[in-house]
């Protein structure tokens, strides 16, 4: 029977110096300095729960005497601070667990089995779905209300989506080449 050797196995024994381990020490220490960003988009996240209350309140307190328009234009607008706020939590999770420290999802009965499987390029697939369904409801909401925009504006926002749309997909490409470059199923 042939013994197969790691490269790890195979590779001469490297002690870094004093200077480089301290180093490597202070740069992986640096990435905690990411945590106040997550902790940011947390009180972003409320901020936009007080805006939804808003939407809600403004929707409910007029859906009796709305047109059929503008009772899918709120619902539209409800939808779209869903899909943000779904959004900041894919952000905040999969970026505190790629960058800057790993969460034991043991320790939280709750916790969302998908949460710890996005590496970092399904993070940034989501993110581009997230944002391509926000361009697609603003455009939606746009064409719902088409008296209240001008040409231009539709165009922008036509234009808008489908840059999203081609980038969403240009990046779920290279993507995936890169993961069958490297014998992967693309990172997920």
Do not use: C
């Not at 490269?7 to 200077?19: H, I, L, N, Q, Y």
């Not at 808008?160 to 080449?177: E, K, N, P, Y």
Request: net charge negative; no cysteine; proline share 3%.
């Amino acid at each position: 029977m042939a013994q197969h050797q790691t490269e790890a196995e195979t590779a001469p024994d490297f002690t870094p110096s004093v200077p480089e381990r301290v180093l490597e020490t202070f740069l992986s220490a640096s990435r905690w300095l990411l945590a106040p960003f997550y902790v940011l988009l947390v009180i972003a996240l409320g901020g936009l729960l007080v805006k939804a209350l808003q939407e809600a309140w403004h929707f409910i307190s007029h859906v009796f005497s709305a047109t059929e328009s503008d009772v899918i234009l709120g619902v539209l607008s409800l939808v779209d601070l869903t899909f943000t706020g779904s959004l900041i939590v894919i952000v905040i999770f999969s970026g505190y667990e790629n960058f800057v420290s790993k969460i034991d999802p043991k320790a939280h009965r709750d916790w969302p089995e998908w949460m710890s499987q996005i590496d970092f390029s399904g993070l940034k697939l989501k993110l581009i779905s997230s944002i391509v369904a926000i361009s697609a409801i603003q455009v939606l909401k746009a064409f719902m209300n088409v008296k209240a925009s001008s040409d231009r504006d539709l165009t922008w926002l036509v234009a808008i989506h489908v840059v999203f749309v081609v980038s969403g997909l240009v990046m779920a490409w290279t993507d995936r080449i890169s993961g069958e470059g490297h014998g992967g199923k693309g990172g997920h």
